[in-house]
């Protein structure tokens, strides 16, 4: 199985600032990886595929990059709506999601 | 407009079963692959199932394989999760999701609402 390692597990924030989460894939996953942000009580909204591909009516200053076993997500100026739980997701081999990282004030 | 409604979460003891169905609409539902994912209350997103375009190709995660089946009917645009002998550690939000790609297990854009299941004496 491939194991998906985020971190940090919570981030604590201000609006504006710029915020980096990181995933880690325990063996190598190519670029396949996605980034959700969850709201509680909703289902994952998908922001990212294909580890850099930004979903349609996702705001820009969301950017994914990386390849093999290192990603990172970030969010150029944080906004009071991106305050949320964000996860990776590896469908390299069957799927996998990261523990989630908590962003929060 | 794409739409995807669960259904059949219940409370349910352990060792028992249940069927969950996901209603898929405004799309072209035999020409994607669907996933189902649960999340544990409090807790991360596991991925349980893949079903292919005409069902040649189906994935479970370790945890379900032998107790859960994945089935589709494309004639009602239905997606199933068959779960049997069903454990407290079942007990999650179920989401039937599907992929930006024709054939994908991940870059889930389009999720329902989700059902969920309790598993419990």
């Known amino acids: 199985d491939i194991q998906m390692t985020q971190s940090p597990s919570t981030l604590s924030a201000s609006v504006g600032d710029r915020v980096t989460i990181t995933c880690r894939a325990s063996?190598?996953?190519?670029?396949?990886l996605a980034w959700y942000q969850q709201k509680p009580g909703k289902a994952p909204k998908l922001l990212i595929n294909k580890a850099s591909t930004l979903e349609s009516g996702v705001p820009s200053r969301f950017s994914g990059s990386g390849s093999g076993t290192e990603f990172t997500l970030t969010i150029s100026s944080l906004q009071p709506d991106d305050f949320a739980t964000y996860y990776c997701q590896q469908y390299h081999l069957y799927s996998t999601f990261g523990q989630g990282t908590q962003v929060e004030i | 407009e794409v739409q995807l409604v669960e259904s059949g979460g219940d409370l349910v003891q352990p060792g028992g079963s249940l069927r969950l169905s996901c209603a898929a609409s405004?799309?072209?539902?035999?020409?994607?692959?669907m996933n189902w994912v649960r999340q544990a209350p409090g807790k991360e997103l596991e991925w349980v199932s893949y079903?292919?375009?005409?069902?040649?190709?189906?994935y479970y995660t370790d945890p379900v394989r032998g107790r859960f089946t994945i089935s589709r009917d494309d004639a009602t645009n239905s997606l199933y999760l068959q779960m049997n002998s069903l454990r407290a550690e079942d007990t999650a939000m179920y989401y039937c999701a599907r992929g930006v790609d024709l054939a994908t297990i991940g870059g889930l854009v389009y999720w329902g609402q989700g059902t969920l299941v309790t598993v419990s004496s």
């Open positions: 063996q190598s996953i190519s670029s396949w």
């Open positions: 405004g799309f072209t539902f035999s020409a994607y692959s």
């Open positions: 079903i292919s375009t005409s069902s040649t190709t189906i």
